[in-house]
């Protein structure tokens, strides 16, 4: 069972850097990509960056291009959104996604989601 568990949200300041993080276990999928997306209240879910895992390829949201660093540990089985120069629209929930091709990877297609960390950013 592919389990995808995110940790690290919090409050903070505008300006303020935060590390979120997500472990995932449970498949011997090759060939994937992970993603991060988020969604503020009364918003839909978007994307905000990309990787493939065995490539390293990386893809971001124009919003947090220069702001937002993704990042992998192959060993620890680990994804990890560092973000910088927070500003209070990053305020949203934040999933950690899983997808089993390479396709698409800035579209909410993905095939498994964790359970949402919220980051809120104060002014």
């Known amino acids: 069972q592919v389990q995808l568990v995110e940790s690290g949200g919090g409050l903070v300041q505008a300006g303020d850097s935060l590390r ?3 472990a995932t276990s449970g498949h011997n999928y090759r ?3 992970m993603g991060w997306f988020r969604q503020a209240p009364g918003k839909e879910r978007e994307f905000v960056a990309a ?4 490539g ?7 919003s947090v291009k220069g702001r937002f660093t993704i990042s992998r540990d ?4 680990t994804l990890y959104l560092q973000m910088g120069s927070l500003k209070p629209e990053d305020t949203a929930v934040y999933y950690c996604a899983l ?8 579209l909410a297609g993905y095939d498994y989601w964790g359970q949402g960390t ?3 950013v104060s002014s």
């Open 20 to 22: 979120l993080s997500c």
């Open 118 to 120: 919220q980051v809120t």
């Open 74 to 77: 192959n060993a620890k089985n």
């Open 31 to 33: 060939n994937y990509a």
């Open 56 to 62: 390293g390829s990386t893809f971001y949201a124009d």
């Open 51 to 54: 990787v493939t895992w065995s």
């Open 99 to 106: 997808k089993t091709n390479l396709f698409g990877l800035t």
